[in-house]
């Protein structure tokens, strides 16, 4: 299986401040058909996981702007330009492109 | 809107048995591939099952495989989950998903504990 690792496992940032979040891939995601399917999930505690992403930097609607996916192969960033008090929680990439789905382990983003 | 909505949860016993079902709307159930992932106490995301619109296509995780069986009635729109031979480490939230080219809507999830 297509093992995700993502880093930090944990990050605290200021409010106002950009965090940046990596999730590397043991293949490169990149499908014969020429699409990439690595997706971004946010999940507040106690809730179900939203997507952010997909196809590594499609917004889904209703997402901020100061939200950004990007990368390609097996390197995937999720960006946040400034950290607002809603975006705490886990974030996690999912692969979609080799059987079975894989997720990362999460990045749980907090307040300082 | 899209909704899918889960129910079925419970305590049972190691061993035991449980039926999961996922109502899906506001959208055409028949057009769409329906995942379930998983979520152990204070852990990450796992995959479990993947049914096709038609429900030929299936595929379930090696760590459920044999014990778990999906189906599908899309003229009820919903999906279940027959769960069993559970064993404690199949204690975890359970999330239905919508699943285009990519997962995308998920349910509240709920709840199996399996415990003596």
């Known amino acids: 299986d297509v093992v995700l690792t993502q880093s930090p496992l944990s990050l605290p940032v200021t409010l106002g401040q950009p965090a940046s979040i990596s999730c590397r891939s043991s293949q490169s995601l990149l499908h014969s058909n020429g699409y990439t399917y690595l997706t971004w999930f946010h999940q507040r505690p106690g809730q179900s996981p939203r997507r952010l992403f997909y196809?590594?930097?499609n917004r889904d609607s209703g997402v901020p702007d100061r939200f950004s996916g990007s990368g390609s192969g097996t390197d995937f960033t999720l960006e946040i330009s400034r950290v607002e008090a809603e975006d705490v929680g886990v974030y996690y990439c999912?692969?979609?492109?080799?059987?079975?789905?894989?997720f990362g382990q999460g990045t749980r983003v907090e307040i300082k | 809107q899209v909704q899918v909505v889960e129910s079925g949860g419970g305590l049972v016993k190691p061993g035991g048995s449980l039926r999961l079902s996922c109502a899906a709307s506001g959208f055409i159930f028949s057009d769409y591939y329906m995942t379930w992932v998983r979520q152990a106490p204070g852990q990450g995301l796992e995959w479990v099952s993947y049914i096709g619109p038609s429900g030929s296509t299936i595929y379930y995780a090696d760590s459920v495989k044999g014990r778990f069986t999906v189906s599908r009635d899309n003229a009820k729109k919903s999906v279940y989950l027959q769960m069993n031979s559970l064993r404690a480490e199949d204690t975890a939230v359970y999330y239905c998903a919508r699943h285009g080219s990519e997962i995308d809507y998920w349910g509240q999830g709920t709840l199996v504990t399996v415990s003596s």
């Open positions: 196809k590594v930097s």
């Open positions: 999912l692969q979609g492109t080799h059987w079975p789905p894989t």
